[in-house]
């Protein structure tokens, strides 16, 4: 059983650009929540996709937006990029909606400058 | 809004008991989760309580209590592997939608 994964590891961007994050969900599970984790903080809720359908969104401006595939893996986009989007950006998958156990992969180090 | 509060760090000794406790104001709730995090790695899970109580899982407990809006984690026999960040977070069901609010976490230093 594959675990989740994401890419890249790293990623350095000028503010203004525009960035794609990766995300492979765990065999078998069809829904991805996606957080941000600012250094020293908990992970803050931006969407979740549930069968290629956004299931729900935290507090984000439209700037940052998803995508979920029929294999449900997952594409986290960011457009306009600010210093303060500097974060991690972890992936969770879970199997199905009324699952409370997610599964987070390692995540990418995003850094605007 | 939406809050949940931990201490920001705790240390013990290999060996002790050390207990993290975690108060949250949400608007939704569901159940308290615990996540555990080293230094630059994924969170993982490590208990859920839905219910009022206690439950064991190994070296690690966890608690709840709804009516008091407040749960602990609990770990014994200290390891030096413990040495991690760990999150309270609630699970939030707000419309269709399966989410975590997660707590600021509590930093574990344990010390030989």
């Known amino acids: 059983e594959t675990g989740v994964t994401q890419s890249p590891t790293h990623l350095i961007k000028t503010r203004g650009q525009q960035v794609t994050l990766r995300c492979s969900s765990q065999?078998?599970?069809?829904?991805v929540s996606w957080y941000q984790q600012a250094l020293g903080q908990g992970p803050q809720f931006i969407f979740q996709y549930y069968r290629e359908e956004e299931n729900g969104r935290g507090n984000f401006p439209p700037r940052f937006s998803g995508l979920q595939f029929p294999n449900y893996s997952s594409e986290l986009n960011v457009n306009a990029l600010e210093l303060d989007d500097s974060a991690l950006y972890l992936c969770a998958s879970s199997l199905g909606q009324e699952s409370y156990e997610q599964y987070f992969g390692p995540g990418t180090r995003l850094t605007v400058t | 809004g939406q809050s949940l509060e931990q201490p920001s760090e705790v240390t013990a000794v290999e060996g002790a008991i050390v207990q993290i406790n975690c108060t949250y104001q949400?608007?939704?709730?569901?159940?308290l989760s615990w996540y555990q995090q080293h230094d630059g790695g994924a969170p993982t899970f490590l208990s859920y309580n839905a219910l009022d109580g206690l439950e064991e899982t190994g070296r690690f407990s966890s608690f709840l209590s709804r009516s008091d809006s407040y749960g602990y984690l609990l770990l014994q026999e200290l390891q030096m592997k413990d040495s991690a960040s760990y999150f309270c977070a609630v699970r939030d069901k707000g419309g269709a939608t399966n989410k975590l609010i997660f707590g600021t976490g509590t930093l574990l230093a344990v010390q030989p």
């Open positions: 949400t608007s939704g709730f569901y159940g």
């Open positions: 065999s078998g599970h069809n829904t």
